[in-house]
């Protein structure tokens, strides 16, 4: 259902379909939304983002990240932005590139430890990050200070680094919402 729903978003925003198309993709569209509304569940209990043991946790908001090699203090992955990540001229959308970041660091922060949250994320637009292009991402723990936990991540095309980014991640307290 997710990677169908991905499949959806890149040819929506890859079409120019004629206005009766349209129509009709946006009944059918409407009809899914209304056959999915009465299994609408609490945030603990929906599938988007809660199975690990699927590419991209089962969620369609972020990019598919494709774990190469994972551990408690460095990951390498691949990372390919459909066309619906398109900002122009076939690059990233500037926005999505943070969150292809949040989602690396931020679960690399909380592997094998307490949750942790992000606190900052800066990040370097270094070269245009192209669309539709399996990309290398690399991410390790930089240093841990008490509560916090400094990350740093990058993103290549071939060989030229097109992002890199730099995150704090603060460890949650018993009881921290
Ligand atoms: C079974 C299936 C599993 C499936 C698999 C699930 C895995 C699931 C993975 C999810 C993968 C996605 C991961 C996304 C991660 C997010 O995107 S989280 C959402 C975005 N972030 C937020 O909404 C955070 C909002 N902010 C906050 O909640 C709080 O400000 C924070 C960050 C928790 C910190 O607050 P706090 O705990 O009260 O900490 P506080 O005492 O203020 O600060 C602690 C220290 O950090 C420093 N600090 C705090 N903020 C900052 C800052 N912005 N700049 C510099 N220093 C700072 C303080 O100065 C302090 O330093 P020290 O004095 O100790 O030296």
Do not use: C
Request: aromatic share 6%; charged share 25%; no cysteine.
């Amino acid at each position: 259902m997710i990677e169908a729903l991905r499949s959806l978003q890149a040819r929506v925003t890859g079409a120019a379909p004629p206005p009766e198309t349209v129509t009709d993709v946006a009944e059918a569209l409407e009809k899914l939304a209304a056959t999915l509304e009465p299994f609408t569940v609490g945030e603990r209990d929906q599938i988007a983002g809660h199975r690990g043991d699927l590419p991209g946790r089962g969620q369609a908001m972020s990019p598919v990240l494709h774990v190469d090699e994972w551990d408690g203090a460095h990951v390498l992955g691949r990372i390919t932005f459909s066309r619906f990540y398109l900002g122009g001229n076939w690059a990233v959308h500037g926005g999505a590139i943070p969150l292809a970041f949040d989602e690396v660091l931020g679960r690399l922060a909380s592997t094998g430890r307490t949750a942790a949250r992000t606190a900052y994320l800066h990040v370097n637009y270094r070269k245009i990050t192209p669309i539709e292009v399996e990309l290398r991402v690399e991410a390790k723990v930089d240093r841990v200070e008490g509560r916090k936990r400094f990350l740093t991540g990058a993103l290549y095309d071939g060989e030229h680094l097109t992002a890199d980014a730099e995150g704090l991640f603060v460890e949650l307290r018993p009881g921290q919402p």
